[in-house]
């Protein structure tokens, strides 16, 4: 059974800094190309970032890039987003997403989410 | 980047009865066109994928159609379980990855 499993969230000051993690277990994970997804409190949907199955190749969205730093590490089965001079706007729920693969870019399994809030 | 543009916002529909959400591109993304279920307090969840192929475990009364820039899901007789927030997803042209803003399907 595929499993993703977010952590590290919480309670974080302006301008500080924070490091999620997701476990991934019951696939390869070294085989799939990963996400970041976020939702911020009552909101929709926003893709935050993507790293592919060897980590060679790298996107962000506009609104992160320059703050945030995606990785892997396959041995582990992990995903991280390291996440700098965080801004109120960042508040939300962040999940991981699985890329289907081979050539499909749908995302299906998620996470259950990590809560992210940025406050003074 | 492709926006995608989703109605209506909210949905009114009784259960047993036939619902349809509409999912808008401003560009064509030919058949790449996800939609997703959330449920409160759960993670979205794969429903439908190139447009009309549904996902491992989805009901048959779940259905997706469409291709370009118009697209839509039909939930034929809606559940109690199916009251939910759904959202559509392009990935034909990436990054980013874009979202609707959501439909949600409350009881009526």
């Known amino acids: 059974e595929v499993q993703l499993v977010e952590s590290g969230g919480g309670l974080v000051q302006p301008g500080g800094s924070l490091r999620l993690s997701c476990a991934a277990s019951g696939f390869t994970f070294s085989s799939y190309e990963m996400n970041w997804v976020r939702q911020a409190p009552g909101k929709g949907l926003e893709w935050v970032s993507y790293i592919s199955s060897s980590g060679s190749t790298i996107y962000y969205a506009d609104s992160v890039k320059g703050r945030f730093t995606i990785s892997r590490d396959n041995a582990k089965n992990s995903l991280y987003l390291q996440m700098n001079s965080l801004r109120a706007e960042d508040t939300a729920v962040y999940y991981c997403a699985r890329d289907r693969g081979r050539g499909e870019y749908y995302f299906d399994y998620w996470g259950q989410g990590t809560l992210v809030t940025v406050s003074s | 980047e492709i926006v995608m543009t989703q109605s209506p916002a909210t949905l009114s529909v009784s259960p047993g009865e036939r619902a349809t959400l509409s999912c808008r591109a401003s560009q064509s993304v030919s058949s790449n066109l996800a939609w997703y279920q959330q449920k409160p307090g759960q993670a979205p969840r794969l429903l439908i994928y190139g447009a009309s192929t549904r996902a491992t475990g989805i009901p048959a009364r779940f259905s997706g159609s469409g291709s370009g820039t118009e697209f839509t899901l039909t939930i034929s007789s809606l559940q109690s379980e199916d009251f939910a927030v759904y959202y559509c997803?392009?990935?034909?042209?990436?990054?980013?990855w874009g979202f609707g803003q959501g439909t949600k399907v409350e009881i009526k």
């Open positions: 997803q392009q990935y034909n042209n990436w990054p980013p």
